[in-house]
């Protein structure tokens, strides 16, 4: 049975000492190195070739984060995953966009950490729950601050615009305006040019839009 082969990063010797003790008895595993930052790892990795990497984030030298970077730039083989106290979206994201192929916490069981080193041995990606949780109420975060309306009217335009515009949304065309408002058709179609060149739109049918979409006017 071919054994996975791992390499353990973390500046703190207990916690190397207590990964090992957890993963101690696994048949199909086996830690065939350790190293406390940077220098020491790619000075195992000349001699070694694990298929994974265990590494905390907060090392003495550059972080896991830039190690990973260059690991999965220089050793593309070996897979990355990242066991640390942060559990904020910055470290989460970071972490994943520098190549790692997985994110645990490190109060996480020995359940999870085989689970984790099994998926990812497999070519896929996995999370604790814990930062499953956290990447998805980000998600829900960005996602919602995307459908927000884009609230640039009231920092653009005139009240005597917006007062235009709903008018627009209305169905009223330029002469009930005018008489709306007492003023121009000219000056309607002025107000209306003025609008769309702030605004960046080109039609009619973009003014609406952009005003139902702000929540300027409704229909």
């Known amino acids: 049975m071919e054994k996975i082969k791992i390499i353990l990063i973390d500046d703190h010797q207990l916690v190397r000492d207590g990964i090992k003790a957890l993963l101690t008895g696994i048949p199909d595993i086996a830690i065939i190195g350790e190293a406390s930052g940077a220098t020491e790892l790619f000075g195992v990795l000349?001699?070694?070739?694990?298929?994974?990497?265990?590494m905390d984030i907060s090392l003495p030298e550059i972080?896991?984060?830039?190690?990973?970077?260059?690991?999965?730039?220089?050793?593309?083989g070996i897979n990355v995953l990242i066991l640390s106290m942060y559990n904020n979206e910055e470290f989460i994201f970071n972490?994943?966009?520098?190549?790692?192929?997985?994110?645990l916490p490190k109060?996480?069981?020995?359940?999870?950490?085989?689970e984790?080193?099994?998926?990812?041995?497999?070519g896929e990606e996995f999370f604790g729950e814990s930062i499953s949780k956290v990447m998805l109420k980000s998600y829900i975060k960005r996602a919602t601050n995307e459908d927000k309306p884009e609230d640039k009217t009231h920092a653009v335009l005139t009240s005597r615009e917006i007062e235009i515009l709903k008018l627009y949304v209305e169905g009223f065309i330029n002469k009930e305006i005018s008489d709306k408002l007492d003023i121009s058709i000219r000056t309607v179609?002025?107000?209306?040019?003025?609008?769309m060149r702030k605004l960046g739109l080109k039609s009619t049918v973009e003014l609406v839009k952009f005003a139902i979409r702000n929540k300027i006017a409704e229909i």
């Not at 179609?189 to 609008?195: R, Y």
């Open 189 to 195: 179609e002025t107000h209306k040019n003025h609008i």
């Open 46 to 54: 000349e001699n070694l070739k694990p298929d994974l990497l265990i």
């Open 63 to 76: 972080s896991g984060i830039e190690i990973t970077k260059k690991i999965c730039s220089e050793y593309p």
């Open 116 to 122: 984790a080193i099994y998926t990812i041995n497999k």
């Open 107 to 114: 109060n996480t069981s020995r359940d999870e950490l085989l």
């Open 95 to 103: 972490s994943l966009k520098a190549g790692a192929r997985g994110y």
